[in-house]
C-alpha cells in the first residue's frame, strides 16, 4: 500500500518497510493561511507521522516569513531524488546590483533571473533549478553578470567586460567577435513575427556599451547578427536621446534630470514605450525617448506624489508587459499601472508582506503577477522557486483603494496580436467594435508608434442594433496608408520612403481606468514594407510550344541547345567566348518559352499577382538580362531619347560597382533614375549610348540581332517607389524568322558581283574591237570547223560498222 503525505508545496510517498521516503514531485496540494503553513490534512499511518513533521517544519524553514494573503504562495520543488544528485559544474554566475528578471519577448515559457545567483528557466520557472554557469574553459575570469539579452535562440551575457552567447537548446557557449575594450551592457528589442524580413533585422540588432564612461569616450558596438559578432558603431551625436534614423535625427529627444545611473526596461509589443528606472527614479516615454514623463503615485483615490522620487521609497524591482506595469519597493509596498500615452500612474495594492531581498516579479498572463523569490537547499545544490501569485484584478476590487469601474464592456478586434504589411502604395482598413457600459461615453484612442512612416483615418459609428442590455454598440473604422500619401503631413515630418519601417497600432480608450485590467487595449503590427506574397509572371499567351516550333514533351527530357562561341559571354561584357557554351533547358523552372518575332522590337508583359490574385499589369521601371551571358540584342532607345538629365546606369556600370555579379546585381536598392535632378549620377556627355532601362516613362523596347533560338532573361523591377519587395523573376523566350546569316557579308557580295560584271563588259570589248580579239575570233573558228569536220567523217564510218552488225 502506497501512503501520500502532504507538505507545503511538496507530495512525498514510501512504501510499507521501506523505510526512508522520497520526495518524487512537487506542486501545491493545498492554500496558503497568513503564515504559509499548509492547511491540508492527510491520513497517514502512525510510522510516516514523524515524516510528515520533519518534512512540515523544513517546508516551514525554507519559505520566506511573512507571507500575505495578498497573494497566493506556493513553492515549486521538482526532481529531487536522494539517489540522483545533481551537480554544478563551470563557474557559477552571479549578479551583483541587485536582482532582475528577463524575459523572453517571444517565448513566455523563457526567463532568466538575475541575483546572487543566475537562473535560465525553459518552463517558467516551473521546476527546481540548478544555478547557471559557464564553462571553465571559457576563461572568463570572474564570473559576474552585468547584463543579459535575449536574441532569438541566444542568450547574450555580457560576463567580466565580454560578451558571451548562450545557445541553450544547445547548450553551447561562444565568445562574441569584435569586441576590443570591455563593455557592461548590451541591448536590443524583440519581434515575434517569424519570416518578415524587417522582424528579422529587428531581432539581429544588438548593442554593447560601458555605462558610465564620459560621451566622447564611450565605445559603442553594434552587431546584425544577433550578438554573434560586432563592429564599432560611430554616431556623430552622442548623449542625451539621439536617434540615428530620418526624421528624428534632425533634433535630439528632450533633456530630463536623474541623481542615478539608470537602467532601461524596454516593453515588449513595440508600442514605442521605454522605461527609465533606478531605486529613486521613474520616468516613462510612450515614444521612443522623445519625451520621459515621471510617473504619478496614487493611494486610493489621493495622489501621494506627481513624481516617486518625492516619496521616501526605494524601488527594488519593476515589470512590464505590453501594457501594464508593477513596481515592488523595499518599504514592501506593491504597486501597479498602466502604460498610457497620455498619462502613467501606478496604485499602491493592499498592503501585505510581499517583498523579499532576492523576489523579483514577472507577469504571467493578463491581469496575473507573481512575485518570485529563489529558495536555496540544504540537501541539494538545486534551487526551488517560491511563487506568490497575485490577481491584479481582484487585488483592485478592494473597496479601501476606492478604484472607478471601468467604462467599456468590450473592446475587440478579430484581428488584434496579428501582423500586417502595407506596400507602397497601398493600404489597409481595420475595423473595431466597441460597447461602453450604459450611460458612459468613452472616447477611443488611436495611437500609431511610428507616426512618421504610418498614416491614419479613423471614423466611429453606431450600430443599428444594441445589445439585450441596452448597451450601445459602436463600430470603429481605421484606414492606415503610408504618411507620404496621406496628404497631411509635411515632407519634414516623414520618414525616407524608400526605407521599409515597422509601426504598432494600438487602440485604447482615453483616461482609460486602472481597474481595466482585463479588457486590455487592442494592438497589431503593422509592416511598411514588402509584402511576401507579391509576385511577379511574365505573360505568356502565345508560346513556341503552341505554335508547333517546340515540342514540350521534347523540352521535359533533358532538353538541352547549344550557344556559339561568338554569342555570348559569361561575365556579361559583350566579348565572343572561347568555346561553344552547351546549356541545360529547365522545363520545370522556366515552362515553354514565349513565341518572338526577330524583327518585331520587342517587350516583355509584366503581371503583378497577390497569392493567387491578379492585381495589375506593371508599369514600373525594370531591366533585363540574359543569364547566360547572350548579347544578341540592343536597346531601341538611347539616353538621349529617354530624355535622360545625367548619364544612365547600364549593366557595365552597375556590375563595376556592385558586390555581386550577374542578373541579380541591380535592384531596386542601387538603382538611380537618370531624369533625376537630384541623382548624384554625373551630367550626360554621350547621349547616343543605349538606354537599358524598360518600362516606366519610356517605350524603349528589345531588338534582336538575326539569331534564331532559346533567350532565358532575369527581370527585376528596379523602380524603388513600386514596391518594397525586390520582386524579379526569371523567364524564356525563343526568337524565330531569323534566315541564316550569309557566308560573305552582303558589302563583299556587291563588290564581288559589280567587279565581276566590269571583268566581263571589259573581256567582250577586247574580243569585239581590238586585233587582239579578231585573231581570238579567227582561231576559234578554225577550231570549231576542224572539229566538225572531224565529225562528218566519223559519222559514215559508223554508219556502215552499224548495218554489218
Avoid at 544555478?131 to 559576474?144: A, F, H, N, Q
Avoid at 569584435?178 to 557592461?184: D, E, K, M, N, T
Avoid at 540588432?205 to 560601458?210: E, G, L, Q
Avoid at 441596452?470 to 519634414?492: E, T
Amino acid at each position: 500500500m502506497l501512503r501520500i503525505q502532504a507538505t507545503q508545496g511538496a507530495a512525498m510517498c514510501a512504501c510499507p518497510g521501506t523505510g526512508a521516503p522520497r520526495l518524487v514531485y512537487a506542486r501545491p496540494l493545498c492554500g496558503a493561511s497568513a503564515r504559509g503553513g499548509c492547511r491540508a490534512v492527510v491520513a497517514v499511518s502512525s510510522e510516516m507521522l514523524v515524516w510528515t513533521l520533519v518534512v512540515a517544519a523544513a517546508a516551514r524553514l525554507w519559505a520566506p516569513v511573512g507571507a500575505s494573503q495578498l497573494c497566493r504562495i506556493r513553492t515549486v520543488r521538482t526532481g529531487k531524488v536522494f539517489n540522483v544528485i545533481q551537480q554544478v559544474q563551470g563557474d557559477v554566475l552571479y549578479f551583483q546590483s541587485g536582482t532582475r528578471l528577463i524575459k523572453h519577448a517571444c517565448d513566455k515559457n523563457i526567463a532568466l533571473y538575475l541575483g546572487k545567483h543566475v537562473f535560465l528557466t525553459k518552463d517558467n520557472f516551473e521546476s527546481s533549478l540548478l544555478p547557471l554557469t559557464i564553462p571553465t574553459s571559457m576563461t572568463v575570469g570572474v564570473p559576474e553578470v552585468t547584463s543579459a539579452h535575449f536574441a532569438n535562440a541566444l542568450l547574450l551575457l555580457v560576463v567580466n567586460g565580454k560578451v558571451y552567447t548562450y545557445a541553450y537548446k544547445e547548450d553551447v557557449w561562444q565568445t562574441a567577435t569584435g569586441i576590443q575594450h570591455p563593455v557592461s551592457h548590451i541591448s536590443g528589442d524583440n519581434c515575434c513575427f517569424v519570416g518578415n524580413t524587417f522582424c528579422t533585422e529587428i531581432n539581429n540588432s544588438i548593442f554593447a556599451y560601458s555605462r558610465g564612461e564620459q560621451v566622447s569616450q564611450t565605445t559603442i558596438y553594434s552587431s546584425e547578427n544577433g550578438g554573434i559578432s560586432f563592429t564599432n558603431f560611430t554616431f556623430k551625436n552622442q548623449g542625451l536621446f539621439v536617434y540615428s534614423e530620418q526624421p528624428l535625427d534632425r533634433s535630439p529627444g528632450l533633456a530630463f534630470s536623474y541623481d542615478q545611473p539608470l537602467d532601461v526596461f524596454l516593453c515588449p509589443g513595440l508600442r514605442g514605450f521605454l522605461i527609465l528606472w533606478s531605486e529613486k527614479t521613474l520616468l516613462v516615454s510612450p515614444n521612443s525617448g522623445q519625451l520621459f514623463e515621471t510617473v504619478q503615485v496614487h493611494k486610493g483615490s489621493q495622489v501621494l506624489s506627481t513624481s516617486i522620487s518625492r516619496l521616501n521609497i526605494s524601488i527594488h524591482s519593476i515589470t512590464a508587459n505590453e501594457h501594464t506595469l508593477a513596481v515592488l519597493t523595499k518599504e514592501d509596498a506593491l504597486y501597479f499601472g498602466s502604460l498610457e500615452f497620455l498619462s502613467n500612474s501606478i496604485i499602491q495594492l493592499p498592503e501585505g508582506s510581499v517583498w523579499f531581498p532576492e523576489a523579483v516579479l514577472m507577469f504571467s498572463g493578463v491581469g496575473m503577477l507573481d512575485i518570485l523569490t529563489p529558495l536555496p537547499d540544504a540537501a541539494f545544490p538545486t534551487f526551488d522557486m517560491q511563487k506568490c501569485a497575485l490577481n491584479v484584478q481582484a487585488a483592485l476590487m478592494d473597496p479601501v483603494l476606492q478604484v472607478k469601474e471601468c467604462k467599456i464592456e468590450l473592446l475587440e478586434s478579430t484581428l488584434e496580436s496579428e501582423m500586417y504589411t502595407i506596400d507602397m502604395n497601398s493600404k489597409l482598413n481595420l475595423s473595431f467594435t466597441l460597447i461602453p457600459r450604459l450611460g458612459m461615453s468613452p472616447i477611443p484612442l488611436v495611437m500609431v508608434s511610428n507616426p512618421y512612416s504610418l498614416g491614419l483615418q479613423a471614423s466611429i459609428y453606431e450600430e443599428a442594433d444594441n445589445t439585450f442590455e441596452g448597451n450601445i454598440v459602436y463600430k470603429l473604422d481605421i484606414d492606415l496608408k503610408q504618411q507620404h500619401h496621406s496628404g497631411r503631413a509635411s515632407p519634414n515630418f516623414t520618414s525616407s520612403i524608400r526605407r521599409p519601417t515597422i509601426s504598432t497600432l494600438t487602440v485604447d480608450i482615453a483616461n482609460r481606468e486602472i481597474s481595466c485590467v482585463d479588457m486590455k487595449p487592442q494592438s497589431m503590427l503593422i509592416s511598411v514594407g514588402c509584402d511576401l506574397e507579391k509576385k511577379i509572371v511574365v505573360q505568356n499567351k502565345i508560346s513556341a510550344c503552341s505554335k508547333g516550333i517546340l515540342n514540350p514533351v521534347e523540352l521535359q527530357k533533358n532538353y538541352s541547345y547549344v550557344i556559339e562561341k561568338e554569342f555570348y559571354d559569361s561575365s556579361y561584357q559583350g566579348q565572343r567566348s572561347d568555346e561553344d557554351l552547351v546549356v541545360q533547358y529547365s522545363y520545370k523552372d522556366l515552362g515553354c518559352p514565349r513565341l518572338v518575332y526577330y524583327d518585331t522590337p520587342w517587350k516583355p508583359v509584366i503581371e503583378l499577382w497577390r497569392k493567387s490574385d491578379f492585381q495589375e499589369v506593371v508599369s514600373a521601371e525594370y531591366v533585363l538580362l540574359e543569364v547566360n551571358g547572350v548579347f544578341t540584342y540592343s536597346y531601341a532607345m538611347t539616353a538621349g531619347s529617354a530624355s535622360c538629365l545625367s548619364q544612365p546606369q547600364n549593366w557595365t556600370s552597375v556590375l563595376e560597382t556592385s558586390s555581386k555579379k550577374g542578373p541579380f546585381s541591380w535592384n531596386r536598392e542601387n538603382y538611380i533614375s537618370c531624369r533625376d535632378s537630384s541623382s548624384n549620377l554625373t551630367a550626360l556627355e554621350w547621349p547616343d549610348v543605349q538606354y537599358q532601362v524598360l518600362g516606366g516613362l519610356t517605350d524603349n523596347e528589345i531588338i534582336f540581332d538575326q539569331r534564331n533560338g532559346f533567350y532565358i532573361f532575369h527581370l527585376s523591377i528596379v523602380d524603388p517607389y513600386y514596391s518594397y519587395c525586390q520582386l524579379e523573376t526569371t523567364f524564356s523566350i525563343y526568337v524565330y524568322g531569323a534566315y541564316p546569316r550569309r557566308a560573305i557579308p552582303p558589302e563583299a557580295a556587291i563588290v564581288l558581283l559589280v567587279s565581276g560584271l566590269l571583268l566581263a563588259v571589259w573581256l567582250a570589248h577586247l574580243v569585239l574591237h581590238t586585233k587582239e580579239g579578231h585573231r581570238c575570233q579567227q582561231c576559234c573558228a578554225s577550231l570549231c570547223c576542224c572539229g566538225c569536220a572531224r565529225a562528218r567523217h566519223r559519222s559514215p564510218a559508223r554508219a556502215e560498222h552499224g548495218a554489218s552488225e
